[in-house]
């Protein structure tokens, strides 16, 4: 039965394992250096349907069906799906969810979907409440930026520190047993407004979020930044990343030597993504479809950020919330 061990952490006794994973991405993301690691790379952003909103469906769809294909699983074999996504309304995961046919959980945490729903899922199967719950995320570049900032045929200038926000879909199979990277605790995160307003800086707004989550971590379970191979964050980008890097130090707490972020790392720096990625897909394909499979890290803690803004509250000229949700997996 899930253990409360701190002020946000919880343990899972049960261990819940990630069993099966699928990848799709956009071009963009295929060119880059890790495109040969995602299971399915797609030719164009359009994906042969009307609009960029239902091409994102089709990315989640794709994967969500490639999950279960590779450990022979049918939509029947499984309990919950759990989804979320960029779009109002988190249309991409209904539609998607509506396809399935199987009982639905929708969440919205914005890029910090993909760890969000991971928690829920771990939380659930540790309770004995389910035995396999399928997670799904996604985002699409020209569907989050029509939405949030310009139309896409406007053409607008971004400034050096902004993000791309990445075209993809990740989705996992998380059971109650099995072979796989094995869920050991969950870190709720907190809200938190430092008074950013710029739509643009995702990384600032965000970054705060991370360190309080980080540092939770590693206060609720006694531990610190060398007991472990790798520190994962979402999508602070370079920017970012810069900022939580400083922000934990200020807290004794030095992370340089285990750290990446997935939206730093995504796009190679000529691929003019300024700042990096970003999106709820970045940390998922990142995560699932390279970190996660190499040997060398055994021991990691993956932390999601999101900027819980809407298109009303930035045309309303309102602050930018951010919040992190983190989990620790032992391979």
């Known amino acids: 039965m899930t253990k409360k061990i701190g002020k946000s952490t919880?343990?899972?006794?049960?261990?819940?394992?990630?069993?099966?994973?699928?990848?799709?991405?956009?071009?963009?993301?295929?060119?880059?250096?890790?495109?040969?690691?995602?299971?399915?790379v797609f030719s164009d952003t359009i994906l042969g349907q009307k609009s960029f909103?239902?091409?994102?469906?089709?990315?989640?769809?794709?994967?969500?069906?490639?999950?279960?294909?590779?450990?022979n699983l049918t939509e029947r074999d499984i309990d919950l799906f759990i989804a979320g996504d960029l779009l109002n309304q988190t249309i991409t995961s209904n539609f998607t969810a509506s396809t399935l046919g199987i009982p639905y959980l929708g969440l919205y945490g914005a890029c910090s979907t993909f760890v969000e729903s991971l928690m829920v899922a771990s939380f659930l199967i540790?309770?004995?409440?389910?035995?396999?719950?399928?997670?799904?995320?996604?985002?699409?570049?020209?569907?989050?930026?029509?939405?949030?900032?310009?139309?896409?045929?406007?053409?607008?200038?971004?400034?050096?520190?902004?993000?791309?926000?990445?075209?993809?879909?990740?989705?996992?199979?998380?059971?109650?047993?099995?072979?796989?990277?094995?869920?050991?605790?969950?870190?709720?995160?907190?809200?938190?407004?430092l008074g950013i307003k710029d739509p643009w800086n995702m990384g600032a707004a965000m970054a705060p979020a991370a360190a309080d989550t980080i540092a939770n971590i590693f206060f609720d379970t006694n531990t610190k930044p060398s007991d472990y191979d790798l520190l994962l964050t979402g999508d602070l980008g370079k920017f970012g990343s810069s900022i939580l890097v400083d922000l934990l130090k200020d807290r004794g707490l030095d992370i340089s030597k285990i750290y990446f972020d997935c939206g730093a790392e995504i796009y190679d720096k000529?691929?003019?993504?300024?700042?990096?990625g970003s999106g709820c897909a970045c940390c998922a394909i990142m995560s699932l479809g390279y970190y996660l499979k190499q040997p060398q890290y055994k021991k990691i803690i993956i932390v999601a950020t999101g900027a819980l803004h809407s298109p009303t509250t930035y045309q309303q000229g309102e602050n930018i919330p951010a919040i992190a949700h983190g989990v620790i997996i032992e391979k």
């Open 10 to 40: 919880y343990s899972f006794p049960s261990k819940p394992v990630i069993i099966s994973s699928a990848t799709v991405a956009g071009p963009k993301e295929g060119q880059g250096p890790y495109g040969k690691e995602f299971d399915k």
């Open 53 to 71: 909103e239902k091409a994102e469906g089709k990315m989640m769809e794709e994967g969500a069906k490639l999950a279960l294909q590779k450990i």
């Open 126 to 193: 540790d309770g004995g409440f389910v035995q396999k719950a399928l997670i799904a995320t996604s985002s699409h570049n020209l569907a989050a930026e029509r939405q949030y900032r310009f139309p896409t045929e406007y053409g607008g200038q971004r400034p050096p520190y902004s993000q791309h926000t990445v075209t993809g879909s990740g989705s996992a199979v998380v059971a109650d047993k099995g072979q796989g990277p094995k869920v050991l605790f969950a870190s709720i995160g907190r809200v938190m407004d």
């Open 270 to 276: 000529n691929q003019d993504t300024h700042s990096g």
